[in-house]
Nanobody, 121 residues
């Protein structure tokens, strides 16, 4: 059973940056697709970004393209989401997830508990 733990969330002013981390245990991340989703209050959970097992391919939601960067370090069993030029509308709980069959499928197997990101205007 893979367990995922997110960290790095917090409160930041608009225009600022945060780097989220996702540490995995109970299994290896080296051969699975990893993704990040977010859920704002009163809204449905939405896709943010995904990365292939090798890190060579990435896929982003239009709303974060050019501002967020997904990456991974398989040797450390850890994934990352670098978030720059943050906007108040980026405020949400961010979830790490792994196990989708393709970058665009959205069907993931394991989920973390989430980390809160709050962007103040």
């Amino acid at each position: 059973q893979v367990q995922l733990v997110e960290s790095g969330g917090g409160v930041v002013q608009a225009g600022g940056s945060l780097r989220l981390s996702c540490a995995a245990s109970g299994g290896t991340l080296s051969n699975v697709i990893m993704g990040w989703f977010r859920q704002a209050p009163g809204k449905e959970r939405e896709f943010v970004a995904a990365i292939s097992w090798s890190g060579s391919s990435t896929y982003y939601a239009d709303s974060v393209k050019g501002r967020f960067t997904i990456s991974r370090d398989n040797a450390k069993n850890t994934g990352y989401l670098q978030m720059n030029s943050l906007k108040p509308e980026d405020t949400a709980v961010y979830y790490c997830t792994v196990g989708a069959p393709t970058l665009t499928s959205g069907q993931y197997r394991y989920w973390g508990q989430g980390t809160q990101v709050t962007v103040s205007s």
